[in-house]
């Protein structure tokens, strides 16, 4: 059974930081790209960034929202991928989600799997 | 980065209806366009991929269909448990785009 489980989720002041963590199971960890999504409370679905496989040279995106401040990196050791934010808002307050990705691209398993989420809320 | 414009943002049902939501995508995405389905409190789960291919586990009342810029997901005879909010989703290009979302009231 595919399973993510997201953690780190915290209260922070703005201006602060905070690494989310994933913990993958049940497949080929190595083989998928993992993308993290988030929710705004009340809001719609965001595309945050994501870290291609080995294959793609673990090659990153991300979306304009969070360039320069938050990195995604994985440890293929641990089967667990990070979300590292730093220079954080009121705006980064959100329900952080790690989605298993595709294993490359246009193959149509984008976003497939979903974790249970994890609360970051950015106020002072 | 290409938008998707969806419609209705919400609307309401009633047990037995037919519903469908489009999603526009600002420029053509072929068909690499995903549906979701989320309930409160609770993450995504994928109904559709590649337009038109039904997710394994979900009901076959659920289709999507389309390519280029004009896509649909109808919900064939609803159910209680399809009471929800629906995304979809492009992932022609990064960064990836959702819809705003579309949320189905019982009526």
């Known amino acids: 059974e595919v399973q993510l489980v997201e953690s780190g989720g915290d209260l922070v002041q703005p201006g602060g930081s905070l690494r989310l963590s994933c913990a993958a199971s049940g497949f080929s960890f190595s083989d998928h790209y993992v993308d993290w999504v988030r929710q705004a409370p009340g809001k719609g679905l965001e595309w945050v960034g994501l870290?291609?496989?080995?294959?793609?040279?673990?090659?990153?995106e991300y979306a304009a929202s969070v360039k320069g401040r938050f990195t995604v990196s994985r440890d293929e050791s641990k089967n667990s991928v990070y979300l590292q934010m730093n220079s954080l808002n009121i705006d980064d307050t959100a329900v952080y989600y790690c989605?298993?990705?595709?294993?490359?691209?246009?193959?149509?398993?984008?976003?497939?799997?979903w974790g249970q989420g994890t609360v970051v809320t950015v106020s002072s | 980065d290409i938008q998707m414009t969806q419609s209705p943002s919400a609307m309401s049902a009633s047990v037995g209806d037919r519903v469908t939501i489009t999603c526009r995508a600002s420029q053509g995405i072929s068909n690499y366009l995903v549906w979701f389905q989320q309930k409160p409190g609770k993450g995504p789960k994928r109904l559709i991929y590649?337009?038109?291919s039904l997710q394994s586990g979900v009901p076959s009342r659920f289709s999507g269909s389309g390519s280029g810029t004009e896509f649909t997901l109808t919900i064939n005879s609803l159910q209680p448990e399809d009471f929800a909010t629906y995304y979809c989703?492009?992932?022609?290009?990064?960064?990836?785009?959702f819809g705003g979302g579309s949320r189905v009231e019982i009526k």
């Open positions: 590649a337009a038109s």
């Open positions: 870290m291609r496989n080995r294959a793609h040279s673990y090659s990153t």
């Open positions: 989703l492009q992932y022609d290009s990064y960064p990836l785009t």
């Open positions: 989605t298993r990705g595709t294993e490359r691209a246009y193959d149509g398993k984008t976003l497939e799997y």
